[in-house]
């Protein structure tokens, strides 16, 4: 039997022993079982359905950087306890968490920045790590080539107070600078942006691109719901939804992002 056609049977019958234990997963979406190395080789998205996995920030360079063209910068910023925040009795302080949250995504803080080609073009990529703190945005977070950055956030630490939700004045300031320096940015939201990162640099970029089925959106359904007393249309902070109603511009596949941004970048930066 082949590999595709052995792929095709597990989808099928769903059994876990028609495969050696660790070469399958089950896709989140469609629920079948699929080959684990098709899933990676096919950059996190299930072959079946197309569902998008969500990636690590350094995952989400690998995928749109030129190879060996990515330079990291700030890699030695890393957030602070400003306000001594811990929770009851326990005594379980946010500098606790934020350590926890160093080990589980091997980064200093929800965001890696750097130096890189996209399809030979120079650019500034910065990436969200959803494992870090929700790839929320904290108090930590000049070159006139092109910006694009890869989101993925539940919003503003609360740990930190107006600490942090400051940091959506001070980029969206840092984006209105690079408009008047006619420096281009591009955003590329994924599964799921939310909150004060949505609410800031993530809805303000020249062009809005975003991967398929994302989460978009600032407050949830259930807020808003009973804060208007309305009841809210289906999907409606899909990006699908956002995509009907003008919020963004472009719905864009995995294997499709590089090969885009490589274009908009020389439309954006003639030489």
């Excluded at 092109?146 to 980029?171: D, F, N, V």
Aim: charged share 20%.
């Amino acid at each position: 039997m082949s590999f595709l056609s052995r792929r095709r049977f597990v989808s099928v019958i769903g059994r876990k022993s028609a495969v050696p234990d660790g070469l399958w997963m089950k896709c989140p979406a469609c629920k079948k079982a699929v080959y684990r190395a098709e899933v990676e080789q096919n950059l996190s998205v299930c072959p079946l359905c197309g569902h998008h996995s969500r990636l690590s920030a350094r995952q989400r360079i690998e995928t749109i950087a030129d190879p060996g063209t990515f330079a990291e910068t700030h890699a030695d910023v890393e957030s602070d306890d400003p306000l001594g925040f811990s929770i009851g009795e326990v005594n379980y302080s946010y500098r606790d968490k934020v350590v926890q949250a160093k080990q589980k995504s091997l980064m200093n803080e929800a965001m890696v920045t750097g130096f890189a080609a996209v399809e030979g073009s120079r650019t500034v990529l910065a990436a969200m790590d959803f494992t870090f703190r929700g790839g929320s945005m904290g108090s930590a977070v000049r070159e006139r080539v092109p910006l694009i950055t890869l989101t993925s956030s539940g919003g503003a630490r609360m740990e930190e107070g107006i600490l942090s939700l400051m940091q959506m004045a001070k980029t969206a300031d840092a984006v209105l600078e690079m408009n008047e320096a006619g420096v281009p940015y591009i955003v590329v939201l994924t599964d799921p942006t939310t909150g004060g990162v949505y609410a800031s640099f993530a809805s303000l970029g020249d062009i809005t691109l975003a991967e398929p089925n994302a989460h978009i959106g600032f407050a949830g359904p259930r807020l808003i719901e009973g804060a208007l007393k309305v009841k809210l249309p289906e999907g409606f902070q899909s990006a699908e939804y956002q995509f009907a109603n003008g919020f963004i511009d472009q719905i864009v596949k995995r294997s499709e992002l590089r090969p885009l941004l490589g274009k908009l970048l020389r439309y954006l930066t003639p030489q």
